[in-house]
């Protein structure tokens, strides 16, 4: 059975923060990001963990994820050196409602922070899914 391919879109922070759960645990190489600076617009290609799937069948899917109304983005962690990064979260920190910044967290540290006038985002699966090797886990350290 063929999973449908995913499409989102992000209007506000609510929509921003679906699109986060989504993208949990998606990898990436730093090549995969393209600032189109005169398009003001910020294109990912990201591999999710389709967390729809079924436990014992972990599966990943090509994602894409643009944002437009993109004036300015500022990374830091994420340039040379890191072969590969893994989201963690999206978040969104309003400045002058409805600007902001979208603020994309990687493990180990790596961020974006995409400076928008207003949130437009969309995430669209690009094709099938694959299997992935194990399924995601987190540890959460005692205080």
Same mark, same amino acid.
């Given at each position: 059975?063929?999973?449908?391919?995913?499409?989102?879109?992000?209007?506000?922070?609510?929509?921003?923060?679906?699109?986060?759960?989504?993208?949990?645990?998606? =990898?990436?190489?730093?090549?995969?990001?393209?600032?189109?600076?005169t398009?003001?617009?910020? =294109?990912?290609?990201?591999?999710?963990?389709d967390?729809?799937?079924?436990?014992?069948?972990?599966?990943?899917?090509?994602?894409?994820?643009?944002?437009?109304?993109?004036?300015?983005?500022?990374?830091?962690?994420?340039?040379?050196?890191?072969?590969?990064?893994?989201?963690?979260?999206?978040?969104?920190?309003?400045?002058?409602?409805?600007?902001?910044?979208?603020?994309?967290?990687?493990?180990?540290?790596?961020?974006?922070r995409?400076?928008?006038?207003?949130?437009?985002?969309?995430?669209?699966?690009?094709?099938?899914?694959?299997?992935?090797?194990?399924?995601?886990?987190?540890?959460?350290?005692?205080?």
């Amino acid at each position: 059975m063929t999973a449908e391919l995913l499409t989102l879109l992000a209007l506000d922070a609510d929509d921003l923060s679906v699109l986060s759960a989504h993208l949990q645990d998606a =990898v990436l190489r730093p090549q995969d990001i393209s600032w189109r600076k005169t398009e003001r617009q910020l =294109v990912l290609v990201l591999r999710r963990f389709d967390w729809s799937a079924p436990a014992d069948q972990p599966r990943r899917r090509l994602t894409g994820l643009h944002f437009d109304r993109v004036q300015r983005v500022v990374h830091q962690g994420i340039g040379a050196g890191r072969d590969v990064l893994c989201a963690l979260a999206l978040t969104f920190e309003a400045t002058d409602a409805p600007s902001g910044a979208i603020l994309i967290t990687f493990a180990g540290g790596g961020a974006l922070r995409v400076e928008v006038e207003c949130i437009e985002a969309q995430l669209r699966d690009l094709g099938p899914a694959w299997e992935a090797a194990s399924r995601p886990s987190h540890s959460i350290d005692e205080a």
